[in-house]
Each structure stands twice: as C-alpha cells, then as structure tokens.
C-alpha cells in the first residue's frame, strides 16, 4: 500500500508544482498575451462545452486515431518484412534515412494537392510523421530477434505465421512498443498542425481562430485541452503497454530481484 500511495505521490508532485508555479508567476500578469492561471481557468468551462467538445474534440481524437492506426499497420508491416530479410534491408535503408529526414509539416501542401483539405488530408499528415518511429523501431527489434531461438523453432517445425506471431513479433514487441509511444507524440503534433490548415473545426483549428481574434485566454484553454489530452492518452497507452507486454515486465522484475 506505501508503495501505490509513494508512486502515486511521484506522479501527482510535479504537474501540481509546475501548476503552483504558474499560478504563483502569473498572478500579477498584466500582459494581455500572458494572462493569470486563474483567468485560464474561469474562463475554461464557458469555452469548452459538451457542445464544443462534440464539434472539435471528438473529429480531432478521431482523425488522430485513424492515422495512427494507418501508421501502426504500415509500421509493423513494412518494419517486419525489412527486418526479416537483409537484402530487403540493404534496398530500402538508404531510401528510408531519405524519407525519415523530410518534415512531415513540409509535406502538408504536397499531400494536399493529392488528398485535398478534408480529413484524408489530415490523416494522411499524421500517418506520414507517426510511421517512422514505428517502422524503424519494428525492423531493430526484429533483427535482434534471437537467432538462436529462431534454430530453434525452425528444428521445432515453427514455422510461417505462429513463427511470426509467436516468435518474431513478440521477441520485438518491447522495441516495437518503443516506437509505438515516439508516434504517439508526434501524432498530437502533426494532428494541431493539419488542422491549422484548411480545416473547419478541430483544436488546432479551433485554438487559431482564438488567436486570430484576439480571445487570449479561451486560446490558453486550447493549449490546457491539448495537454490533458496527451496527458490521458498516454496513461491509456501505458495501460494497454502493461496488458500486451505483461510477460516482458514481469521478467525484468524476476531477473532484478535474483540479482
């Protein structure tokens, strides 16, 4: 019980005193860019009603999760046939560094002469950012697969897809996992971004026209929605993490406590 109410302290301590530091720094703000926390936040629940959470929460977490889910599947996919076969590798690395080098926010305008401004703009825009940290990630941690167990399960008769499934991609599924967390990240980035351009509802969209119009606090209320959105997000992913990688964790636990 001291052990969940400590850690429960840990993660609670730091976002409670960057909270009480804002408050404390800004409350004899006079700067109409800068406002007082307390502002912020009385003006928090008159801007972002159920109604607006319908409008621009609900199509931002959508189009956020459809690219991810596109950047997850291409990821994996691509990342496990790359990492199986070495000259695969040796064809598509130099072409991979190439890509992974371009911004995806550079590649906005380009993808919106072939998909347009609507959602497919958007999601494409998130996929394109959020595939990389996922494929690379898959093709490490598939090419560290143990080469060994592979003899193994090949002696064994374990072969084509429960090799896949049972070998490869759960040995390369902490990596994998690794890559998975690095997108999600940048998935909240690009879907801000893709939706500042062209888009009629969203938060990004929604935290520009604040700007626009000069309604400084309602704009700070963005920002506070877009960090407790990373914020949930990330505990969920945390707890999905614990429930597929719950073997991994639990030998990393049993080989510290026999060292």
């Not at 004899?28 to 009385?42: N, V, Y």
């Not at 080469?147 to 002696?155: D, F, H, N, W």
């Amino acid at each position: 019980m001291m052990r969940v109410l400590l850690r429960l302290f840990f993660v609670v301590a730091l976002p409670v005193l960057l909270v009480a530091v804002w408050w404390a720094a800004s409350s004899g703000s006079t700067d109409p860019f800068w406002p007082p926390l307390r502002t912020i936040l009385k003006t928090f629940p008159d801007v972002w009603t159920a109604d607006r959470l319908r409008t621009d929460v609900l199509p931002s977490v959508l189009r956020l999760a459809a690219g991810y889910a596109l950047a997850t599947v291409v990821g994996i996919g691509l990342g496990t046939v790359i990492g199986s076969y070495r000259r695969v590798r040796a064809v598509c690395e130099p072409v991979l560094e190439f890509l992974r080098a371009v911004p995806p926010p550079v590649l906005i305008p380009v993808i919106m002469l072939f998909a347009g401004i609507g959602d497919t703009m958007k999601i494409v825009v998130i996929a394109s950012g959020c595939v990389w940290p996922i494929l690379l990630n898959t093709v490490e941690g598939v090419r560290a697969v143990d080469s060994v167990m592979l003899e193994t399960a090949r002696s064994y008769g374990i072969t084509g897809v429960a090799r896949l499934r049972d070998l490869v991609l759960r040995s390369a599924s902490p990596q994998i996992f690794a890559g998975l967390r690095q997108a999600l990240s940048i998935g909240i980035i690009l879907m801000v971004i893709s939706e500042m351009f062209a888009a009629s509802n969203g938060i990004g969209f929604t935290v520009v026209q604040f700007q626009r119009s000069f309604a400084i606090p309602d704009m700070w209320t963005g920002i506070l929605v877009l960090g407790l959105l990373g914020f949930l997000l990330s505990v969920v992913f945390q707890l999905v993490e614990r429930r597929v990688l719950g073997w991994y964790h639990g030998l990393r636990a049993s080989t510290r406590r026999s060292q």
